[in-house]
Every structure is written in structure tokens, then in C-alpha cells.
């Protein structure tokens, strides 16, 4: 018989992350990701990929009106600015001084907090 895994999909940024926009309409912004759709492999960005949401007036919410909210980007559109220089990069996984897979740049080789 064989195992279910509930593991989700480990990506390359993070929440609290700062990334860079590779392709679309917002290419090279820069903002940090607020939320990330594992199930869609998207990430939500501060102040990227703005759309207007047109909301009905409820009586919980008696403003209605067009709000203009974040949408998701795809993961793949993304790249990881390193804290350390501040420049795009990418990044992979190898074993830190305790034995646990961390991230770390390409680009510099340090590991990424």
C-alpha cells in the first residue's frame, strides 16, 4: 500500500522575504512577499501586481466602493534579494554548521536568515 505525504512543496522565498520581479507588467520592482499560496505556487507582493476590487455595500461593511488590493505573482517570476549585498540571486539548500538544510546565495555563498 502506499503513503499519502502531507508535505507542502519547499519553494525558494519565503514570507517576510524581499524579492525582485522578473517578467510582467511590474518588472524590476522590488517589495517583500506578505503571503504565499503553496497550493497555487504564488506569492502575494507589497505594492506589486495591484488590482481593483469592486465591493458591494453589507451591513458588516456599509463602504462600499473600488479597492485596490495586491494580487498574486508566480512564484517563478520572483528572485530573492540577498539581505547581505542587496542584489538579486538565486538561491539553493546545503547543511549548516548544526546538520539542518538552511537556504543560502549563490551569489555570496552565505546562508540567508
Not at 547543511?95 to 538544510?101: A, S
Amino acid at each position: 500500500m502506499e503513503r499519502k505525504s502531507n508535505k507542502q512543496q519547499k519553494l525558494h522565498i519565503r514570507k517576510g522575504d524581499t524579492v525582485k520581479v522578473l517578467s510582467g507588467d511590474d518588472k524590476n520592482k522590488t517589495g517583500k512577499v506578505l503571503e504565499i499560496l503553496t497550493s497555487k505556487n504564488r506569492a502575494v507582493v507589497e505594492g506589486v501586481n495591484i488590482v481593483t476590487k469592486h465591493q458591494k455595500p453589507s451591513a458588516g461593511k456599509p463602504e462600499g466602493g473600488i479597492k485596490k488590493i495586491e494580487a498574486g505573482v508566480h512564484i517563478s517570476n520572483l528572485m530573492l534579494i540577498d539581505p547581505a549585498s542587496g542584489k538579486a540571486t538565486r538561491t539553493g539548500r546545503k547543511l549548516n554548521e548544526k546538520g539542518k538544510l538552511q537556504r543560502y546565495s549563490k551569489k555570496s555563498g552565505e546562508f540567508i536568515k
